[in-house]
C-alpha cells in the first residue's frame, strides 16, 4: 500500500491519541470542557455495574477465567482447535509476540498502528517487505480502515490485528487462524468503549498461546475486568444495537466534514479519516473550541477523528 503523501512510520516517532493535559496547556479549559476526538474509542460505553466483591479482594481465580474465554469463544466464533488467551490489553500482547520467534524480517504495511514496528524493532528483526518471516496486518487498518483476506496472510508467523473488527464481525478472518503459525489480537476496549479495563486478548495456534501465557503471567488480567468483559461478550444485543448506531453516527460524521470541505479518506465506524488541506490548521482551529483530534508525523493533510457522544454534537458543528 502507498501513498505519496505518505513515509513509513518507523521513520518518524511514535504518536499516539490522547494527550488531553497537553492540549489543555496549549488552548486551556478543563478536562470536561474538551471533546476528545483524538482515539478510536466508543463514545458510548458497555454499562458498568456493579461489581462481586471478590473481583476486588481475591486474586481472580480459574472458574472466572474460564468464563470469560468461554465468552470470547462464543462472542467471536472461536474454533474449538484455537487457543484464547486473556491480557491486560492487547498492548501487552503487541509487546511481547515478537518473542515468540527467532527475529528475522517482518512486513509491516504502513500506514499503520505504529505499535507493532517498534515491538519488532524492539526485537532485532529488520522491517522488510522482503520474503518476511512474519507479517503484521491491523485489519480493518488504523487509520486508512483497509480490510485485509485470506490472500494477505503470506508469512510463517502471521499477526492479525482486529482492535477495530468488532464493528464488522462478516470481516474476521478468526477462521484463517486454524494455521500453524497464526495469531489473531482482540481489543475488549474500543468497541465496548472500556479502554481503561486494559483487556485484550490473543486467538489462535495453541503453541504460541502457550509461549504468551508464559510471557505474560498468572493472574494477568484483574478481576473486575474478568467479570466485565464476560458480561459484555455475552451480551450480543448490545453489540447489535451498538453496531447500529455507529454506522449512523460514522455517516453522519462524514456528511458534517464534508460539508466543511474536508474529503474521506477511509476509516471506520469507530473513527474516519479525512484529507484536508493542512492537518495541523485544522487541528489548531478545533482545539481552539477545545476539540481534540488526530494528526499524523507521516501526512500533512491526513485528519482523524472519533466519534462525539450523543450530547457532544453541537460542540464539534460549533468549531468547524
Not at 105 to 119: C, F, G, L, S, W
Request: charged share 20%; proline share 7%.
Amino acid at each position: 500500500m502507498t501513498n505519496s503523501k505518505i513515509s513509513s512510520v518507523t521513520q518518524t516517532p511514535r504518536d499516539h491519541g490522547g494527550g488531553i493535559d497537553a492540549a489543555i496547556a496549549q488552548w486551556g479549559g478543563t478536562r470536561d470542557s474538551w471533546l476528545d476526538l483524538s482515539t478510536g474509542i466508543n463514545p458510548v460505553p458497555y454499562p458498568v455495574g456493579d461489581f462481586p466483591a471478590d473481583a476486588w479482594t481475591a486474586l481472580p481465580d480459574k472458574g472466572a477465567q474460564v468464563a470469560l474465554i468461554s465468552a470470547a469463544r462464543a462472542f467471536w466464533k472461536v474454533p474449538e482447535e484455537l487457543a484464547i488467551l486473556a491480557a491486560p490489553g492487547a498492548s501487552a500482547l503487541i509487546a511481547r509476540i515478537p518473542a515468540l520467534a527467532a527475529t528475522g524480517r517482518v512486513d509491516i504495511p504502513t500506514p499503520t498502528y505504529n505499535e507493532h514496528a517498534a515491538a519488532f524493532e524492539a526485537q532485532g528483526w529488520d522491517i522488510t517487505s522482503d520474503t518476511p518471516d512474519a507479517r503484521v496486518l491491523v485489519h480493518p487498518n488504523n487509520p486508512t480502515g483497509r480490510l485485509w483476506s485470506a490472500a494477505d496472510l503470506t508469512a510463517p508467523l502471521m499477526v492479525i490485528d482486529e482492535s477495530f473488527c468488532d464493528i464488522c464481525p462478516e470481516a474476521s478472518l478468526i477462521a484463517k487462524a486454524r494455521h500453524p503459525g497464526r495469531l489473531v489480537l482482540k481489543s475488549f476496549g474500543k468497541f465496548w468503549g472500556l479502554a481503561g479495563a486494559r483487556l485484550g486478548f490473543a486467538i489462535g495456534d495453541p503453541a504460541l498461546i502457550a509461549k504468551l501465557a508464559d510471557f505474560i503471567g498468572p493472574w494477568a488480567v484483574s478481576g473486575p475486568a474478568l467479570s466485565l468483559g464476560t458480561q459484555a461478550l455475552r451480551d450480543e444485543a448490545w453489540a447489535t444495537e451498538t453496531r447500529a448506531r455507529l454506522a449512523e453516527d460514522a455517516k453522519r460524521l462524514d456528511a458534517l466534514l464534508r460539508s466543511n470541505g474536508a474529503e474521506v479518506a477511509g476509516g471506520t465506524d469507530l473513527f474516519r479519516l479525512y484529507d484536508v488541506d493542512d492537518a495541523a490548521v485544522w487541528q489548531g482551529k478545533l482545539a481552539q473550541s477545545h476539540v481534540w483530534s488526530r494528526i499524523f508525523p507521516y501526512s500533512k493533510t491526513y485528519l482523524r477523528l472519533g466519534l462525539p457522544a450523543p450530547d457532544r454534537w453541537a460542540q464539534l458543528e460549533a468549531a468547524l
